[in-house]
C-alpha cells in the first residue's frame, strides 16, 4: 500500500526546506537537501542476491541523516501540534513508541492496527477529509493498488543521504525498511523438511504440510522461476495428494507436532523446537514506507519513517533484545556487523531471509510488479478454488 507531486530538492547546509510544490492534499511537501558541501562516500557495495549492501552505511551515510533527523524533529513539533499518525496491518506497540519519543520526546504518535481494511479507511480517510495516517507502508506487490492511487509523497530520500544503491529496487520514493520472505516453518523434533516445494510431493510428508489460504504468495517465487502454470500444476498436486492443509491456525499444530511444516514467512513462536529454513524458489522480498500524500505531519513521517529503518540504536534492540524479536528484520542493505549482532527470534529469521538472498531468491522489483501480481492471483485462485 504504499504518488505524489514533484519536489524541489534545495542545497542549504543545515536546513530542511520545504518544496514550492503543492501536493495532491493542498499542502507543501517537505524536502531535505543533503547539505552544501557534504561529502558522503560512495557504497562499499555487497551484492546479497537482488539486494545491494553498504558496509560503510553507518560510517558515511548515518551521520547525514542523523543530522536531518535532528531538523525534521524541530519542524514535526510545529506540525499538527506534533501529532504523528500511524496505521499499518498491526498498531505499534507501546515499547516501540517509547523507544521513539525516548529522541523525539515532544511527538505524540497515535497508531491503529488495520489490517485488511487498512487500504480502504486509507481511502476513506481521504475521501471524507478525516485525519489520515501519515505513514504508509508495504511490500511492492502489496502496496501496487495505493501506490498506483497516488498515496505516496515523491520524496527524494537520497537528499537526506540515504544510498542510491538503496532506491534502486523499488520507485525511488520508497524508503526500503525490511526484508520478508516466504519459508518453511518446521518442527525440527518431528521432521526434517526438504529444501524445495517439489519435495513436499514426497510420501513422508503426507498430512504434514499447512498453508493460510490468504498466504498464496508463498508459491509465486516458485511461478517466477518455473512458470505460472508449474505453479499452479504444483499447488494441485500438494492438495490431491492429501499433503497440503489450509489453516487458519498454523501456529498450534506446528509447535505440537500435529503439522510440523509450515508454509509461511517469518517465525514468532519461541518454541525452541521451530526452525525456519529458505526453500529452492522461495520469494524474498524488501518493505518499504513512505510519506502519506494525504498526510498532516509530513516532516513527522519522514522522520519517523527514516529513524525506523536505519536509526542504529532502534536496529541493535531489535536485533538483541527479545521484547523486539518479533519486529520485522531490517533492510538487508544495512551492513553485515548489524546482523552479525542478532539473538534469539531476531537472529532465527534473519539467518533464514539472508540465506535465501543470498541462495537466489526470487525477489520482486517495480518493473516486474504487475508479473508478480498475476502470479500471486493464479496461486490464490489454486490455492482456493
Not at 506534533?82 to 515532544?106: M, Q, S, T
Not at 506487490?141 to 540515504?162: L, P, Q
Not at 542510491?164 to 520508497?174: D, T
Not at 502454470?229 to 507436532?257: C, F, H, R, W, Y
Request: proline fraction near 5%.
Amino acid at each position: 500500500m504504499r504518488t505524489r507531486m514533484g519536489y524541489v530538492a534545495v542545497a542549504a547546509a543545515g536546513m530542511l526546506l520545504l518544496s514550492s510544490c503543492a501536493t495532491s492534499s493542498g499542502e507543501a511537501a517537505p524536502t531535505a537537501a543533503a547539505g552544501e558541501g557534504a561529502d558522503i562516500a560512495p557504497c562499499e557495495a555487497v551484492e546479497v542476491g537482488a539486494i545491494t549492501r553498504c558496509e560503510n552505511f553507518y560510517e558515511d551515510n548515518w551521520p547525514e541523516i542523523d543530522r536531518q533527523l535532528d531538523a525534521l524533529y524541530e519542524q514535526a513539533k510545529e506540525t499538527d501540534g506534533g501529532r504523528l499518525v500511524i496505521w499499518d496491518w498491526y498498531e505499534l506497540g507501546p515499547e516501540v513508541i517509547a523507544a521513539f519519543n525516548e529522541r523525539f520526546p515532544d511527538l505524540t504518535i497515535e497508531t491503529r492496527g488495520l489490517t485488511y481494511n487498512l487500504s480502504s479507511a486509507i481511502i476513506s480517510a481521504k475521501a471524507t477529509g478525516s485525519r489520515n495516517t501519515d505513514v504508509v507502508s508495504g511490500s511492492i506487490t502489496s502496496m501496487a493498488a495505493m501506490y498506483d492511487e497516488g498515496f505516496w509523497e515523491k520524496v527524494d530520500w537520497s537528499s537526506f543521504g540515504v544510498p542510491k544503491e538503496y532506491l534502486e529496487l523499488g520507485a525511488p520514493e520508497l524508503l526500503p525498511d525490511s526484508i520478508n520472505g516466504s519459508l518453511m516453518q518446521v518442527n525440527t523434533d518431528k521432521i526434517e523438511a526438504p529444501d524445495s516445494l517439489d519435495g513436499l510431493l514426497a510420501p513422508e510428508y503426507t498430512g504434514k504440510v499447512s498453508v493460510a489460504a490468504y498466504n498464496a504468495v508463498v508459491f509465486a517465487g516458485y511461478g517466477k522461476a518455473l512458470g505460472e502454470d508449474a505453479m499452479v500444476d504444483l499447488i494441485g498436486e500438494l492438495k490431491s495428494s492429501g499433503t497440503l492443509s489450509l489453516l487458519e491456525d498454523q501456529n498450534t499444530p506446528l509447535s505440537s507436532g500435529d503439522v510440523p511444516i509450515a508454509l509461511n514467512q517469518t517465525l514468532f513462536n519461541p518454541n525452541p523446537s521451530l526452525a525456519a529454513q529458505p526453500f529452492e524458489h522461495s520469494g524474498v522480498w524488501a518493505q518499504f514506507s513512505g510519506v502519506n500524500t494525504d498526510a498532516k505531519n509530513k516532516p513527522g513521517a519522514m522522520l519517523w519513517v527514516l529513524w525506523n529503518a536505519y536509526d542504529p540504536d532502534w536496529l541493535k534492540l531489535r536485533m538483541t533484545d527479545e521484547r523486539f524479536a518479533t519486529t520485522q528484520v531490517p533492510y538487508a542493505g544495512l551492513p553485515s556487523s548489524l546482523f552479525d549482532e542478532a539473538t534469539g527470534l531476531m537472529k532465527t529469521n534473519a539467518d533464514a531471509l539472508l540465506t535465501g538472498l543470498e541462495s537466489g531468491a526470487e525477489t520482486e522489483t517495480q518493473d516486474t510488479r504487475d508479473e508478480w501480481n498475476a502470479l500471486i492471483n493464479a496461486a490464490d485462485a489454486a490455492l482456493n478454488g
